[in-house]
């Protein structure tokens, strides 16, 4: 193997590489590269979906969000949760800035857990259309008592790699 020679192909053959995005490429998209403004409700927050630069590959994309905050549709107090969304992309991939302002834009939002986590998960599934989509919303407490809330699209894809969340589960104060 001769590195130097360009011979090397370490991500894709010449045709699958002609066949997915550059970095040349400028995806269509509101709010990469554009100051944005926090989008006051969930239902006014706008995602962007650009093309997935690996059509054809099966494999898992994660987003990990450790500061989730949204309200409680009862007292109005915060409520904190580490989210983890991991998917399966078909034709499009959500871009990161949007999924961020989405995710932001529940910070004054009233809501339950459980509303909240399935919701996301199904907005997400429902206009990216990815193979698989799963999400975990891992609660903190409020009351003393933790809440999980966990929603998947369905089974997931043969041969799907699908490492573990890696968030463990509460303890209190050890």
Same mark, same amino acid.
């Given at each position: $193997?001769?590195?130097?020679?360009? @011979?090397?192909?370490?991500?894709?053959?010449?045709?699958?590489?002609?066949?997915?995005?550059?970095?040349?490429? =400028?995806?269509? +998209?509101?709010?990469?590269?554009?100051? @944005?403004?926090? &989008?006051?409700?969930?239902?006014?927050?706008?995602?962007?979906?650009?093309?997935?630069?690996?059509? *054809? @590959?099966?494999?898992?994309?994660?987003?990990?969000?450790?500061?989730?905050?949204?309200?409680?549709?009862? +007292?109005?107090?915060?409520?904190?949760?580490?989210?983890?969304?991991?998917?399966?992309?078909?034709? +499009?991939?959500?871009?990161?800035? @949007?999924?961020?302002?989405?995710?932001?834009?529940?910070?004054?939002?009233?809501?339950?857990?459980?509303?909240?986590?399935?919701?996301?998960? =199904?907005?997400?599934?429902?206009? $990216?259309?990815?193979?698989?989509?799963?999400?975990?919303?891992?609660?903190?407490?409020?009351?003393?008592?933790?809440?999980?809330?966990?929603?998947?699209?369905?089974?997931? &894809?043969? *041969?799907?790699?699908? &490492?573990? =969340?890696?968030?463990?589960?509460?303890?209190?104060?050890?």
């Amino acid at each position: $193997m001769n590195i130097a020679l360009g @011979s090397y192909e370490p991500f894709a053959s010449p045709d699958e590489a002609a066949k997915c995005c550059h970095m040349t490429d =400028q995806p269509n +998209t509101r709010f990469l590269g554009a100051q @944005s403004e926090q &989008p006051a409700t969930p239902e006014e927050a706008q995602l962007d979906y650009v093309p997935n630069p690996r059509p *054809g @590959s099966l494999y898992l994309a994660r987003f990990a969000v450790p500061e989730f905050t949204s309200l409680c549709p009862v +007292t109005a107090q915060p409520d904190f949760a580490h989210l983890v969304i991991d998917y399966a992309p078909n034709a +499009t991939i959500v871009e990161s800035k @949007s999924l961020k302002l989405f995710l932001g834009s529940f910070r004054n939002h009233a809501a339950f857990h459980e509303d909240c986590t399935v919701g996301i998960g =199904q907005r997400l599934f429902n206009e $990216m259309k990815p193979h698989w989509l799963r999400i975990g919303g891992y609660w903190y407490p409020r009351g003393g008592i933790p809440i999980d809330v966990f929603w998947q699209s369905g089974e997931p &894809p043969r *041969g799907l790699w699908i &490492p573990e =969340q890696g968030v463990a589960p509460y303890r209190g104060r050890g």
